[in-house]
């Protein structure tokens, strides 16, 4: 299991992270919804270790982290046992999305085949522009790319941030298919997204956040019928802007 215990993170004199609690199971999906500037994109960075909280603990299987470090250099990294795909996607600029999929695959063991990697390209429609660079094709194309690189390496954690923000309804259940096919696989997955639907159908565990806290947690119920009133009332802000 991955998990984050009374995880805490300031930028200067702003908290942005308060006493977060997160789990991440093999198998299952956590989604995190929240308005922007909630602290969901900080948790997710902190889970991985690529921005560690000032306080609290991260468990990676057997592995615990505890804050604050006493050396700033963390020891024994999980990459990309724990691999993350941010809304910002950072494909490099100077590589084809081919070579982007590629060289980290190549890089690390034990990642995908060659033919797996390519039944990925062809199953989120990559191959007509994947001789591309990232500049020369869409938004919603570097989000697929960015997500077959990550699942190429066969990570046990995979931590998504907003990666259907730009996909059409297809792709997006596209990634909801591949999602469950990780499940099978025993796939630990966190979600961060403002797809309420998405939401509800993909999520084992689901976790509202707010101003750096988390204000509701549980099983996918939460929803449909929400026992928090902050939690209502931002799923009906939702719905009625889609």
Same mark, same amino acid.
């Given at each position: 299991m991955l998990s984050g215990k009374g995880i805490s993170k300031a930028f200067g004199k702003t908290s942005v992270l308060r006493d977060v609690d997160v789990e991440v199971h093999p198998?299952?999906?956590t989604v995190v919804i929240g308005p922007s500037g909630s602290g969901k994109s900080t948790m997710l960075r902190a889970l991985s270790l690529l921005g560690p909280p000032d306080t609290g603990s991260i468990t990676i299987d057997d592995r615990v982290f505890e804050f604050p470090l006493h050396n700033p250099v963390v020891r024994n990294a999980p990459w990309p046992e724990v691999t993350v795909v941010f809304?910002?996607?950072?494909?490099?600029?100077?590589?084809?999305?081919? *070579?982007?999929?590629? /060289?980290?695959? +190549?890089?690390?063991?034990?990642? #995908?085949?060659?033919?797996?990697?390519?039944?990925?390209?062809?199953?989120?429609?990559?191959?007509?522009f994947i001789g591309r660079y990232p500049n020369e094709v869409s938004l919603g194309q570097r *989000?697929?790319?960015? /997500?077959?690189? +990550?699942?190429?390496?066969?990570? #046990?954690?995979?931590?998504?941030d907003e990666i259907t923000s730009a996909l059409d309804i297809e792709h997006v259940s596209k990634v909801l298919n591949r999602l469950e096919k990780l499940q099978k696989e025993n796939t630990g997955i966190l979600v961060i997204t403002h797809l309420i639907g998405f939401a509800r159908r993909s999520a084992d565990r689901v976790l509202f956040l707010e101003n750096g806290q988390v204000l509701a947690s549980g099983d996918p119920s939460l929803l449909v019928s929400p026992d928090n009133e902050r939690l209502r009332k931002f799923l009906s802000l939702v719905e009625n802007a889609v």
């Open positions: 198998g299952e999906i809304q910002q996607l950072f494909l490099w600029p100077h590589l084809t999305l081919r *070579q982007n999929i590629d /060289l980290p695959a +190549a890089e690390n063991r034990p990642a #995908r085949s060659c033919a797996d990697i390519q039944e990925l390209v062809e199953e989120f429609e990559l191959e007509p *989000q697929r790319a960015a /997500l077959v690189r +990550a699942i190429a390496l066969k990570p #046990r954690y995979l931590l998504l």
